[in-house]
């Protein structure tokens, strides 16, 4: 089995394509064998595009207000215990000013789907920041909206969109999600984004509930044929206010071959170690970055409402977790040889 796992990742590195079948037998089998030949094949991958060089996003979690009821979602709007808030448009700005002086060239906008957050809202805020750092890329992560919607914030001046598509099986999205929300206005939002000019990021959670080995091998294959620019993936770790309490997080092991087979499919695409991976593994971060990750987002909220942005339980927002700890961030990356920089972050070559 092993030697034909070697030539399977052979070929995903020569040809960055493997039938939906033969992305199964990969996400099946990870041996120490395999593993260690897709992170070595990744890392080289990885190298030959961004170096030993890390970018890092600064984000700002705007609101934790939320209409929808993503199932596995401690913000979900049915969460009756979930002490809400939303940052003021200067609030916001003030995040930027303080990341801007510690070195971050990218900010990220996350947040629940808040009314709130209205085009006009968020449109000013887009073009106060790109006012006053011409030089810093903005990326919005706030949900599906009107393709109309995307446009107008594109022309605000945001560049990057986040919207992770959970599971390329609409059966299985169903089984994630309540009845109103739909898998096929989710992908069909992912290619607005993309078809209006955004630098579009998916995405999906490794061990979510009734995640199947064939799941996955679909969520790679969707990552194949959408050729996004990023694509955050973490593991599902379970929030007790939610129906999925009880269930089993997903593995940082398995997060990280995903990372290094993601890696093989688009090499010069952006991919976060995320804030997951760095929650459920102490060094799940660093973990991350040698699988072929070469992105880190740290916290750049205000201290007081971190703890309420709380996507599952034990969500890290302190040390290397912060962007106030940078330094710790960049000598804990230095330790395995990589390097923090200080720019945008663009993909390094077209996509
Ligand atoms: N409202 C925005 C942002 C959602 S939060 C949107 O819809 O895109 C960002 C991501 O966190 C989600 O896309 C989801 O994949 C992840 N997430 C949510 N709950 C989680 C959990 N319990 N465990 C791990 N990741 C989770």
């Known amino acids: ?83 809400r808030y939303r ?48 030089d810093c890329a903005v990326t919005l992560s706030l949900g599906e909206r009107s393709r109309e919607s995307y446009q107008r914030l594109y022309e605000a001046g945001a560049d990057r969109y986040l919207l992770r598509h959970e599971t390329a099986n609409p059966e299985h999205y169903a089984k994630l999600h309540p009845k109103e929300m739909s898998w096929h206005n989710r992908i069909n939002c992912l290619h607005d984004l993309k078809e209006i000019g955004f630098q579009t990021g998916c995405g999906f959670m490794v061990g979510s509930p009734y995640q199947t080995n064939k799941d996955i091998a679909r969520d790679l294959k969707f990552i194949e044929e959408f050729k996004p620019h990023m694509c955050g993936i973490g593991p599902f770790i379970p929030h007790k206010a939610t129906v999925f309490a009880d269930r089993p997080a997903g593995s940082a092991e398995l997060t990280c071959y995903l990372l290094s087979i993601i890696r093989l499919i688009r090499p010069n695409i952006l991919l976060p170690a995320t804030t997951a991976l760095g929650s459920i593994d102490g060094n799940g971060r660093e973990k991350g970055i040698l699988a072929g990750a070469n992105v880190v987002m740290p916290n750049l909220s205000p201290a007081d409402t971190r703890k309420k942005y709380e996507l599952y339980n034990n969500k890290l927002y302190t040390n290397a977790e912060s962007a106030q700890a940078l330094d710790q961030l960049k000598s804990r990356m230095l330790s395995i040889g990589y390097e923090i920089v200080c720019d945008r972050g663009d993909a390094k070559t077209q996509i």
């Open 1 to 83: 089995m092993t030697e034909k796992i070697i030539k399977l990742i052979d070929k995903l590195q020569a040809s960055g394509s493997l039938t939906l079948d033969e992305y199964e037998i990969l996400v099946a089998n990870p041996t120490p064998e395999a593993v260690a030949y897709a992170t070595e094949r990744a890392v080289e991958v990885r190298k030959k595009h961004y170096g030993n060089k890390v970018f890092i996003r600064g984000l700002i979690e705007i609101s934790n207000i939320c209409k929808n009821n993503c199932l596995y979602c401690g913000i979900r709007g049915g969460n009756s215990e979930c002490e």
């Open 87 to 134: 940052l003021t448009p200067e609030q916001i700005l003030s995040c930027c000013a303080e990341g801007y002086a510690l070195g971050f060239r990218t900010f990220v906008m996350q947040g629940g789907e808040d009314a709130y957050f209205t085009d006009e809202a968020v449109c000013s805020i887009i073009k106060e920041i790109k006012e006053k750092y011409p």
